[in-house]
Nanobody, 118 residues
Framework: QVQLVESGGGLVQPGGSLTLSCLAS????????MSWYRQAPGKERELVAL????????TYADSVKGRFAISSDNAENALYLQMNSLKPEDTALYYC???????????WGQGTQVTVSS
């Protein structure tokens, strides 16, 4: 089972930027996709972005298109989420997840908190 560890969360002012990182315990290349999800208090967990590990295709939630960018470094077993122009509604616990070939979730990280507030 792949272990996933997120980092990079924190408190940032509206309009600011953060980069989240997720390190996997083993190679994730050519094994479906890697993704970022988030869950705000009182809300359901939602997909933020995903990137296929073989085809380099990306998908974003409408709410973050043009502001967030997902990337991966297969040599480092790492996944990143560059978040720009952050808004208070981006406040949530962000999770890294490995997805199978049918986009089913396989493993989750423990989450990293992002708080956008002045």
């Amino acid at each position: 089972q792949v272990q996933l560890v997120e980092s990079g969360g924190g408190l940032v002012q509206p309009g600011g930027s953060l980069t989240l990182s997720c390190l996997a315990s083993e190679s994730i290349y050519n094994q479906g996709a890697m993704s970022w999800y988030r869950q705000a208090p009182g809300k359901e967990r939602e997909l933020v972005a995903l990137i296929t590990t073989s085809g380099r295709q990306t998908t974003y939630a409408d709410s973050v298109k043009g502001r967030f960018a997902i990337s991966s470094d297969n040599a480092e077993n790492a996944l990143y989420l560059q978040m720009n122009s952050l808004k208070p509604e981006d406040t949530a616990l962000y999770y890294c997840a490995r997805l199978g070939l049918g986009w089913e979730s396989l493993e989750w990280g423990q989450g990293t908190q992002v708080t956008v507030s002045s």
